[in-house]
């Protein structure tokens, strides 16, 4: 599904839980039901600051709605993978495999063994890749943020306000 806006991608964060009734990944679905929860916090403050630096619906708004939730899109594709990868994982042969109980030859129990150790491999290194998704996206922020800066803005006022001041001053004498 193609999204198109930080709001979908958060709505679809929402409906998209991961679970798995495989002790094999119990810390792997702990780990993807907090970096959600991470992210939708980071989106929420992202969607946040988009609001204060940009005209809600204008073109540059919704060019960084899109952009953000376009990038965000790989993130939610990835939990799909996840998701399908831990539903065709047939836990109780990787146990009695890892025990080595099983009646086909070591040499196929070691093969079979090291196909479910890289398909563990394989979620690990998409959790982590959206771990390097998130970072990136949280790096924004402060970007936008300082977008908001008014320094330059304060620093002119109290220029005129010092202006003031002196004439002041001047009127006074």
Do not use: W
Not at 106 to 115: G, R
Request: aromatic fraction near 10%; glycine fraction near 2%.
């Amino acid at each position: 599904m193609k999204y198109y806006s930080i709001s979908e991608i958060k709505n679809e964060l929402c409906n998209h839980s991961i679970t798995s009734d495989k002790m094999v990944f119990k810390n792997s679905i702990k780990s993807i039901e907090e970096q959600r929860n991470r992210f939708y916090s980071i989106l929420v403050q992202l969607e946040e600051a988009l609001e204060n630096r940009f005209k809600q619906k204008s073109f540059t708004y919704n060019r960084f709605d899109g952009m953000i939730a376009d990038v965000s899109e790989n993130l939610i594709n990835n939990y799909d993978y996840i998701k399908k990868i831990m539903d065709t994982f047939d836990d109780s042969e990787y146990k009695r495999l890892q025990a080595f109980h099983l009646a086909i030859p070591k040499e196929l129990q070691y093969q079979k063994l090291e196909m479910y150790e890289d398909t563990i491999d394989k979620i690990r290194d998409c959790i982590t890749e959206n771990e390097k998704l998130i970072i990136q996206i949280e790096g924004i922020i402060p970007e936008i943020i300082e977008l908001n800066d008014r320094t330059e803005e304060m620093s002119e006022s109290s220029k005129k306000i010092e202006e003031l001041v002196e004439q002041l001053k001047f009127y006074k004498q």
